[in-house]
């Protein structure tokens, strides 16, 4: 209970607690990964390596993993890659910080990870 004016004011209370909390294990969540929040990041050029996502990342926080993809043929970056981070917020900050970014001669596009959904 607090006070406001020598009027004690009760706080709301909120349904969400840390045990109710232990209810969203096994959902869906985008980008989170159990281990992290999972990054997509895209428009990267062919030329790309790992190193380049840990620069661009580690400054916003604790990055547990980085990936970027390859052509099997070619060992060149396909154009994206993903960015594994510990916190949300971290991982929210860095996205919205980088997303648009312009590296080099493109503009990346930066968003948490989702599940890709087939068209049938």
């Not at 949300?88 to 948490?112: C, H, K, P, T, W």
């Amino acid at each position: 209970m607090c006070t406001i004016n020598n009027v004690p004011k009760y706080r709301k209370f909120s349904p969400i607690t840390i045990d109710s909390m232990t209810s969203l294990v096994g959902m869906n969540i985008p980008g989170h990964t159990g281990t992290g929040w999972c990054i997509f990041v895209y428009n990267l050029s062919p030329d790309s390596d790992e190193s380049v996502l840990w620069q661009l990342f580690g400054p916003f926080g604790a990055v547990n993993n980085v990936k970027v993809i390859r052509d099997f043929n070619t060992n060149k970056c396909k154009g994206f890659g993903f960015v594994t981070m510990t916190n949300y917020d971290e991982a929210a900050m860095a996205i919205a910080s980088l997303n648009g970014y312009r590296l080099g001669d493109r503009v990346l596009q930066v968003s948490f990870k989702t599940n890709k959904t087939h068209k049938s």
